[in-house]
């Protein structure tokens, strides 16, 4: 039992946050590219973001494998990205320091799914059934290679002060 819940209802917990997390940062993301806050949207993706990290901890681990590191190198980020938006108001340096928190964050909690996804989905675990066989390698490579790129246009285009074209 997790927080009075079974192994099992505490798993569909953890993955629900996570896929409210991906889809909401997917939306803070494409509002970022157009130079627009999403405040709404910003503070569900960090509170089911940060959620998500946090229950990872909770899972009965033996060792400190690396989901847990993910785990906590997303909950840095996600406090860097706090501290920007809230506390720092993305004021000078803070702005694409804040951007490139909130990208690489979303990006862990993406490529966590990508993982799962080859472990769990039966049409994709014959293809990768130990996650170092080149379609697993694939799939990951494009999905950093897009966040790279969505990291780059991100910080390039989100300037809240100023008004869009």
Do not use: C
Not at 43 to 50: D, E, G, K, N, R
Request: proline fraction near 6%; hydrophobic fraction near 60%; aromatic fraction near 10%.
């Amino acid at each position: 039992m997790i927080l009075g819940m079974s192994l099992s209802a505490f798993t569909t917990f953890h993955v629900v946050l996570s896929l409210i997390g991906i889809a909401s940062g997917l939306i803070v993301l494409a509002a970022m590219m157009e130079n627009k806050k999403a405040p709404a949207w910003t503070a569900l993706f960090l509170v089911t973001t940060i959620a998500t990290s946090a229950t990872g901890f909770l899972f009965p681990f033996k060792t400190f494998d690396p989901a847990l590191t993910v785990g906590s190198i997303s909950l840095v980020l996600l406090a860097i990205a706090v501290l920007s938006l809230y506390a720092l108001r993305l004021a000078g340096l803070w702005r694409p320091v804040y951007v490139v928190a909130v990208v690489m964050a979303l990006y862990l909690n993406v490529f966590v799914a990508v993982v799962q996804s080859f472990q769990k989905l039966s049409f994709l675990k014959p293809l990768a059934p130990t996650q170092s066989e080149p379609p697993f390698a694939i799939a990951q490579g494009v999905v950093l290679i897009i966040f790279i790129g969505l990291g780059i246009l991100a910080v390039r285009r989100f300037h809240p002060s100023v008004k869009p074209a």
